[in-house]
């Protein structure tokens, strides 16, 4: 079937940055919106980011804007998000996931918009 792998998250104090990044295991990524989702301990999952299969179009959650970087590069089958002067209510675990055939820039918030989730890497901002 494959999935998603994430790598990159860890611990970070406040004002800090880590870069995530996503490689496909049994799937490309090529030609398809990919996403950033994450979910905070008794939360539910919520939108980051998200891309536009040729990387020319990106979105944000307003939380996140002016601060976290979504990127691509497509001949890596690879997904990235950097993430800058990090705060203590974005600790949560990081999943990518790849938009379906459904995606579009009216439902890329919608996790039901995405498949093959990975298993989410954890980032902890400490205060």
């Known amino acids: 079937q494959g999935h998603a792998v994430e790598s990159g998250g860890g611990f970070v104090q406040a004002g800090g940055s880590l870069r995530l990044s996503c490689a496909a295991s049994?799937?490309?990524?090529?030609?398809?919106?990919m996403g950033w989702f994450r979910q905070a301990l008794g939360k539910e999952r919520e939108f980051v980011a998200a891309?536009?299969?040729?990387?020319?179009?990106?979105y944000y959650s307003d939380s996140v804007k002016g601060r976290f970087t979504i990127s691509r590069d497509n001949a890596k089958n690879a997904l990235y998000l950097q993430m800058n002067s990090l705060k203590p209510e974005d600790t949560a675990v990081y999943y990518c996931?790849?938009?379906?055939?459904?995606?579009?820039?009216?439902?890329?918030?919608?996790?039901?918009?995405?498949?093959?989730w990975g298993q989410g890497t954890q980032v902890t901002v400490s205060s």
């Open positions: 996931a790849r938009g379906k055939s459904t995606w579009y820039s009216g439902n890329y918030y919608y996790t039901n918009t995405y498949d093959y």
């Open positions: 891309i536009y299969w040729a990387g020319g179009q990106t």
């Open positions: 049994g799937r490309t990524f090529s030609g398809y919106a």
